[in-house]
């Protein structure tokens, strides 16, 4: 199975920063590589998908970046409904696994 | 508007079954791979079990192979879990996930339903 591993697990920010969050894969997966953003109670919602193409409906305040198994998750001007728990997902090859989740408080 | 529906969720003894269902509505069903995600209470997300539009494909987390298995009514417009041998470990909110692209699994989910909790305690 291929392992996700994101940095850092939890990030302290202030509203207006600019704010990366890096997913790394154990092996490539190419640009197979998604980001959900979870709030607490609720489901998680698909930013991200193919390491860049942005969700419609999403801000574009949100970007995604990189293939083979580094990718980053950049939140350019941090607004208050942006902190929340974000997570990678591969989808290159079952089973699609996640990262452990990064905490943006 | 796309929707899912959990049910089926419930505190069941360890190594006993459930089965969890998952109505949808407002997209053309059959035409989507589907798929299980699980979250464990305060852990992160863990992908499951997925299905393919006519259920040609089928995949399982090794956590769940051979115990869990899923299946879906088109004509239903319905997806499923049948979970045997539950454990304790197996203690999570279900979601029910909708794969974003038709036709195949692309393993990824643009619409959640809001999930159906199993708990599985003496």
């Known amino acids: 199975d291929i392992q996700m591993t994101q940095s850092p697990s939890s990030l302290s920010a202030s509203v207006g920063d600019r704010v990366t969050i890096t997913c790394r894969a154990s092996q490539s997966i190419n640009n197979y590589l998604n980001w959900y953003q979870q709030k607490p109670g609720k489901a998680p919602k698909l930013l991200i998908y193919s390491a860049s193409s942005v969700q419609r409906g999403v801000p574009s305040r949100f970007s995604g970046s990189g293939s083979g198994t580094e990718f980053t998750l950049i939140i350019t001007s941090l607004q208050p409904e942006d902190f929340a728990t974000y997570y990678c997902q591969q989808s290159y090859s079952a089973p699609f696994t996640f990262g452990q989740g990064t905490n943006l408080e | 508007e796309v929707q899912l529906v959990e049910s089926g969720g419930a505190l069941v003894q360890p190594g006993r079954s459930l089965r969890l269902s998952c109505v949808a509505s407002g997209f053309s069903f059959g035409d989507y791979a589907m798929h299980w995600v699980r979250q464990a209470p305060g852990k992160g997300l863990e992908w499951i079990a997925g299905?393919?539009?006519?259920?040609?494909?089928?995949d399982y987390a090794d956590s769940v192979k051979g115990r869990f298995s899923i299946s879906r009514d088109n004509a239903k417009n319905s997806l499923f879990l049948q979970m045997n041998s539950l454990r304790s470990e197996d203690t999570a909110l279900y979601y029910c996930?909708?794969?974003?692209?038709?036709?195949?699994?692309?393993?990824?989910?643009?619409?959640w339903g809001q999930g159906t909790l199993v708990t599985v305690s003496s």
């Open positions: 996930v909708k794969d974003r692209s038709p036709s195949y699994s692309s393993g990824c989910g643009d619409h």
């Open positions: 299905i393919t539009w006519k259920s040609g494909s089928i």
